[in-house]
């Protein structure tokens, strides 16, 4: 915790090198004469990285006999707590594919690897995949219906799977890889059944579309290293979408629709 002596708005700072504000926010100076950039952001989504990557530039810049004034960082970053949000689950195969396009939304706020459908409580990843459980991989969507609506997400659901393979993805193969979308209340459970027969009548498949919509049971996280995969694991994530069949698949299908 800090304590300042005094506190300056950026553009009161006397040794600021630039009157625009690029990142920080404030300037607090300790007892012990350490100064601290401040920043200080309520964001509604997801935080922009470029944000963060600028207050980060700005607070270790040097001046011109190449010292750095500045001693050490505080970002402060809180959520909306006013904003509206709504949940969705979708299972489309192996839930590390299934994160990164739900992400990649403006709006959504987090997307959440997980555990549904299954016949036992508080599954872990070894019993789900043996397939005798009944559960199928899951991300659960926390979104703002206010920026993306669930129509959308309904869209890149779609977009991201085979919907004619019955219990299997790909590469792969079981009941846990099942496609299936888990809608809470009636609205999501109308909007689910019509997205599905918009689809069957487009002609984009050849074969039926097995994917199931069912009303959604309890949700189980996953374990946190299957958690935002795709950015811890980034590499093994590109060889394994590859190998797979699922980029060349969804590249294929959907082309530049």
């Not at 404030?26 to 004469?33: A, Q, R, S, V, Y």
């Not at 403006?106 to 559960?135: F, R």
């Not at 109308?190 to 074969?207: P, T, W, Y």
């Amino acid at each position: 915790m800090y304590h300042f002596k005094k506190v300056w708005m950026w553009e009161d700072w006397p040794h600021r090198w630039q009157l625009q504000d690029k990142g920080i926010d404030l300037i607090g100076e300790t007892f012990d004469g350490k100064f601290v950039a401040i920043q200080a952001k309520c964001y509604k989504s997801k935080v922009p990285t470029k944000e963060i990557e600028s207050f980060i530039s700005e607070s270790t810049r040097t001046n011109n006999e190449g010292i750095q004034i500045i001693d050490e960082m505080l970002l402060i970053i809180t959520s909306d707590m006013s904003q509206n949000t709504e949940k969705a689950y979708f299972a489309g195969g192996c839930f590390w594919c299934m994160e990164p396009p739900f992400e990649a939304l403006d709006g959504v706020i987090e997307a959440t690897s997980g555990y549904m459908g299954g016949t036992i409580e508080n599954p872990t990843y070894e019993q789900v995949v043996t397939g005798k459980t009944g559960h199928a991989e899951v991300v659960e969507i926390l979104y703002d219906p206010n920026i993306v609506s669930y129509e959308e997400l309904l869209e890149v659901f779609w977009r991201n799977i085979d919907p004619t393979s019955l219990n299997y993805q790909f590469a792969d193969v079981g009941s846990q890889y099942r496609t299936e979308i888990f809608t809470i209340g009636d609205e999501q459970n109308d909007l689910a059944k019509k997205s599905k027969e918009v689809l069957e009548n487009s002609g984009k498949f050849s074969k039926p579309i097995v994917t199931v919509i069912s009303e959604a049971p309890e949700f189980y996280i996953a374990e946190e290293y299957h958690q935002d995969f795709y950015k811890k694991q980034s590499a093994r994530y590109q060889i394994y979408a590859e190998a797979s069949g699922r980029k060349g698949f969804l590249e294929e299908t959907w082309g530049e629709d």
